[in-house]
């Protein structure tokens, strides 16, 4: 019987197990169904450079216009998976057909979290996740424009970012004590407040949205304490939640994503998952997580399509992002690898200053440890160091303790703190 392999999602996970598939000799036939009417294309540009308009639309592509047809691949653009049968080992796709498979990789990625607001559906308020998302605020971006950016996560402060370099006059409303404090932890979140307020952006922490006001159009954001704030553009930043639909309907295993052992394969044996939507068991940090990282998009779709091929796959990479968030003094460009979410850790350790200067960039490592144990570390503005900080983060999951003092000091070489 022929190989049918189809893999349902265009993002970059989709795209990366379509690339390894055939990279791994697979000759049977590949289709991947994308609901977006573009090839698959990478979405940090999004809220960076393409925002900012200072790189084009050709250069988010995960691949060229005639990959697909090259390695004989079948794109589906505008082609959304309705169902899948796992018994029947069918997919229904939303221009009728029905397609066999023999391997099912499931790739949905994730969708921004709806703004649970009176007058959330007012012209004005955007979300940030497709390129057609970006088309449409990139260009309300404008000096004096007032933006508010409700929630400061990754998405919400890159976008704060783009709005003040394009002069607007820019407010973060965050429901937290501070912006990204649920990953950071306070001490680390308080380095992006600052970087932030450094940059004229307006920090409101510990507010939530109440309700948004206009006619049509929005005009005013009132917040829970009573503040009104005018706005000529809302973009809402308040998280993602996995595209699950297809994998319950399936009567696949599902908790905060699809349920995945270390080899990404579902409760199905011919069901993967990867990218944003997959809640994959990680081997180094014992426990089920849902990365919804670039990083993680990419990686895991090269397992889970060496998965599906029959390859023994154990995917253990340590979780990784990064961002980049302005792009004169003071600025941050950072990456952070490992895992320790507030409350997990008991102690920071900053390895140089992260003091936010207004005419200078801060250039540190953070380090988040438990019992002397490396959980997590982000260089910021430092960078060739993140082979060192993943080798601690190995060791630390490992058990093995570092010298907190030695972490501290700019003088110890990281490559020697590694056990
Ligand atoms: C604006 C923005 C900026 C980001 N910046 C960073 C960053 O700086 N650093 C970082 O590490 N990460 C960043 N990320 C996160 C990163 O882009 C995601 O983790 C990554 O895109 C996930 O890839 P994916 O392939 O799993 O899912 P997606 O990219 O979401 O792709 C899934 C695709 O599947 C399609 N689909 C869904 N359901 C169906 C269906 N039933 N049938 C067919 N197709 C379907 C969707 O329409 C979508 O096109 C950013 C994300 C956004 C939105």
Not at 73 to 94: M, Y
Not at 200 to 205: A, E, H, L, P, T
Not at 239 to 265: I, K, M
Request: net charge negative; hydrophobic share 45%; proline share 6%.
């Amino acid at each position: 019987m022929e190989d049918l392999f189809v893999i349902v999602g265009g993002g970059l996970a989709g795209a990366m197990a379509a690339q390894t598939l055939r990279e791994e000799g697979f000759a049977g036939r590949i289709t991947v169904l994308c609901a977006e009417d573009h090839r698959p294309y990478e979405r940090p540009p999004l809220s960076k450079a393409y925002l900012s308009g200072s790189a084009d639309r050709e250069s988010v592509f995960v691949h060229p216009d005639g990959w697909y047809a090259e390695h004989d691949v079948t794109l589906l653009a505008g082609v959304r998976a309705t169902a899948v049968d796992p018994q029947a080992h069918t997919v229904a796709t939303s221009d009728g057909s029905l397609l066999r498979y023999t391997k099912l990789l499931l790739a949905t990625g994730s969708t921004p979290r709806p703004l649970p607001a009176a007058g959330a559906d007012l012209d004005g308020v955007h979300y940030l996740r497709t390129v057609a998302d970006a088309d449409s605020l990139a260009p309300r971006l404008v000096e004096g424009a007032r933006v508010v950016v409700v929630g400061g996560g990754w998405i919400g402060l890159e976008v704060a970012a783009a709005a003040r370099a394009a002069k607007a006059d820019v407010t973060v409303v965050e429901t937290a004590a501070m912006p990204l404090q649920r990953v950071l932890g306070r001490e680390v979140a308080r380095v992006f407040v600052d970087l932030h307020e450094a940059n004229g952006v307006r920090v409101i922490s510990g507010a939530s949205v109440r309700e948004l006001l206009g006619s049509g159009r929005v005009e005013t954001v009132k917040l829970t304490d009573g503040t009104q704030l005018a706005a000529d553009l809302v973009v809402v930043g308040i998280g993602a939640q996995p595209n699950l639909e297809l994998a319950v309907d399936a009567g696949l295993d599902v908790g905060d994503g699809v349920l995945a052992d270390a080899s990404l394969r579902t409760s199905d044996p011919d069901i993967f998952a990867a990218g944003d939507v997959a809640a994959a068991e990680h081997p180094m940090l014992g426990r089920r997580v849902r990365v919804e990282h670039w990083a993680n998009a990419r990686h895991s779709g090269v397992a889970a399509a060496k998965a599906m091929l029959g390859q023994p796959v154990r995917y253990d990479r340590v979780p990784y992002f990064y961002t980049d968030q302005y792009t004169s003094h003071p600025s941050i460009g950072m990456e952070y690898a490992g895992w320790a979410l507030p409350g997990e850790y008991d102690e920071v350790v900053f390895r140089g200053d992260p003091a936010v200067r207004p005419d200078a960039s801060p250039e540190f490592i953070a380090f988040w440890l438990k019992g002397g144990c490396v959980l997590a570390g982000m260089n910021v503005n430092v960078w060739d160091v993140q082979e060192n900080i993943q080798a601690l983060v190995r060791a630390g999951y490992a058990g093995k303790q570092v010298d907190p003092k030695k972490l501290s000091d700019p003088d110890v070489p990281l490559s020697e703190l590694v056990p």
